[in-house]
């Protein structure tokens, strides 16, 4: 019970778990526009004289430098958490993603709509590591995966229903410049909210500190830290927290591409109009959150290694589903086999990959680093869904998607190799890291 209100703490829990749930769920309508409307992009820079190949890979290079400068704020900016407060840095996401989703909807050519995607995605990169620092101070670390894996759910149904919306606005006739009006108001409205309910920590309301997981790397520290030396030397001496960061890059690619390139795909290789490619691309998000909620409930009752194993487990899943997609064939397969992969690969991939920005995050980091850990580990991960937006259209024109997927399918490969690795190490050495 709080000492100044007698309110309970569960329930101002659940306050501040739906201000963060909705908030970053706001942040990816302003991410799911580009996608759901790249293919009536490329159609208007088509008229402006681009041939369609060129005008996809001039989009595709205004989706890799956003992941790039993603990559650049979660790796040298995310960490100013620990240093600021989780709160600053989850509001300074959601007005960032406002303003620079209106200022690309102003614009008129790839240039401008190149600035307004690299401002959009920088100031977002603060959010998670916002949202993973807040959370250390409200919750207790026997709850993370749970609590984490409900919030990990947020960008997904938050993506989900950006996209089954923006179909729906497509199908009535509305042009890709309404998609980011409505996601910038989306945006704005939580931005609103969370800066007037929004708390930094539960001691703030006069309840006691959170209890941190007693393996990670900083102990029971949650102060200001002294340097930013202090906070990265024992992240960057942990060989388990370094494979974390090299799952994390192999997996996001796998993520970013079909984030990106789904609605295309389905329009070039299943034959679907526009909207209705828009709206089924919201099901690699929508089976994810399934997996999300899964997966960290999971996590939380399989013990010490349990992370590590499911995340193994996914990754080999994730593998077996994109094989699938290189198997099939342009206008013979239909919709519902290419859907079906899509579904198989999201639900393998996007529950353990919650895990390692986030629960794996605090694992390491703790209250006193829990922002910088996870912003190294988002970073590097975003390093690589760089590549997802460069080379996706190149190797799809060169190879078509079906080259495509079988890089991807080396990708989760290697990748689950490297979490079984993880697994062995965990079970190893249990008491010489984080839980």
């Known amino acids: 019970m709080s000492t100044r209100s007698g309110r309970p703490l569960l329930a101002r829990q659940l306050l501040t778990l739906s ?10 309508f302003c991410r799911a526009d580009l996608s759901v409307g790249t293919p009536l992009l490329a159609g208007e820079l088509a008229h402006g004289g681009l041939s369609h190949s060129e005008a996809l890979v001039r989009l595709g290079a205004v989706s ?22 989780g709160r600053l840095n989850f509001l300074i996401g959601l007005a960032g993603a406002t303003v620079f989703t209106l200022l690309f909807a102003w614009g008129g050519g790839v240039p401008l709509f190149t600035l307004a995607w690299i401002g959009n995605r920088l100031t977002q990169s603060l959010s998670w590591a916002g949202l993973i620092k807040v959370s250390s101070r409200w919750f207790d670390h026997a709850r993370h995966g749970t609590v984490i894996g409900i919030l990990s759910v947020s960008y997904l149904i938050g993506d989900a229903v950006a996209r089954g919306a923006m179909g729906a606005l497509i199908g009535y006739g509305f042009g890709w410049r309404a998609l980011f009006y409505f996601a910038a108001a989306v945006c704005g409205i939580l931005w609103l909210a969370n800066g007037l309910w929004l708390r930094e920590s539960r001691v703030e309301v006069g309840f006691c500190e959170a209890r941190v997981n007693p393996h990670n790397l900083f102990g029971e520290g949650g102060g200001r830290p002294s340097t930013v030396g202090a906070l990265l030397g024992p992240l960057l001496r942990s060989r388990a927290f ?33 909207s209705l490619a828009a709206a089924w691309s919201a099901l690699f998000p929508g089976v994810g959150a399934v997996s999300v909620l899964l997966s960290g ?25 994109l094989i699938l997609l290189t198997s099939l064939h342009a206008g013979v397969t239909g919709a519902l ?51 997802a937006g ?15 997927f079988i890089a991807l399918a080396a990708v989760s490969a290697v990748a689950a190799l490297g979490a079984g690795w993880l697994l062995l190490h965990n079970r190893a050495q249990p008491a010489a890291r984080p839980a």
């Open 390 to 404: 460069f080379s996706v259209p190149l190797v799809a024109e060169s190879h078509g998607w079906q080259g495509v």
């Open 297 to 321: 409930w999971l996590s939380d009752r399989l013990g010490e290694s349990g992370r590590a194993a499911l995340l193994f487990v996914g990754l080999l899943g994730t593998c077996a589903g």
């Open 242 to 274: 370094l494979l974390v960061c090299i799952l994390s890059f192999g997996a996001t690619i796998v993520r970013e591409t079909f984030n990106t390139w789904t609605p295309q795909y389905l329009r070039d290789f299943a034959g679907l109009p526009v």
């Open 19 to 28: 201000l963060l749930f909705g908030g970053y769920a706001a942040l990816y």
């Open 337 to 387: 086999l290419p859907l079906t992969g899509i579904g198989v690969a999201a639900f393998c991939l996007l529950g353990p990959y919650s895990y390692l920005g986030g629960a794996m995050a605090l694992d390491f980091g703790g209250r006193q680093a829990g922002a910088v850990s996870s912003g190294i580990i988002d970073g590097v991960g975003y390093l690589g869904g760089v590549l």
């Open 64 to 85: 890799s430098f956003g992941v790039g400068a993603y990559a650049v704020g979660k790796l040298f900016l995310g960490g100013l958490g620990d240093f600021w407060g």
